[in-house]
């Protein structure tokens, strides 16, 4: 599985940025995907995650305010940020958990895109 991202860029206090991620390869062995964010001099943290049954979770610091939905024909998930703060600042990664079942096992792995910078100005 192949992710790329796009949207990321600078905004201000209180604006709205869409990011977008596009899955390619065996996305069929795909049974989440979401958004991460690591911010400068910090750990990388969970910010939305949604499973291929629909079940969606945020993070705290962004519920209410960010919103993710997936578009299942194009292999792609979204991430809607509104009301963004300075402390949203980070790279934002899109991350694929996937599953290869085979006759003799099962296989979990994390798959990540190469991230894409947002940037909030006070």
């Known amino acids: 599985v192949h992710l790329v991202e796009s949207g990321g860029g600078l905004v201000q206090y209180g604006g709205s940025l869409t990011l977008s991620c596009a899955a390619s390869g065996s996305t069929h062995n795909i049974n989440a995907m979401g958004w991460y964010r690591q911010a400068p001099g910090k750990e990388r943290e969970k910010v939305a995650t949604?499973?291929?049954?629909?079940?969606?979770t945020y993070s705290d610091s962004v519920k209410g305010r960010f919103a993710i939905s997936r578009e299942n024909a194009k292999n792609t998930v979204y991430l809607q940020m509104n009301s963004l703060k300075p402390e949203d600042t980070a790279v934002y990664y899109c991350?694929?958990?996937?599953?290869?079942?085979?006759?003799?096992?099962?296989?979990?792995?994390?798959?990540w895109g190469q991230g894409t910078l947002v940037t909030v100005s006070s």
């Open positions: 949604m499973t291929n049954s629909g079940s969606i």
């Open positions: 991350h694929a958990a996937v599953l290869v079942i085979t006759i003799e096992s099962q296989v979990a792995l994390d798959e």
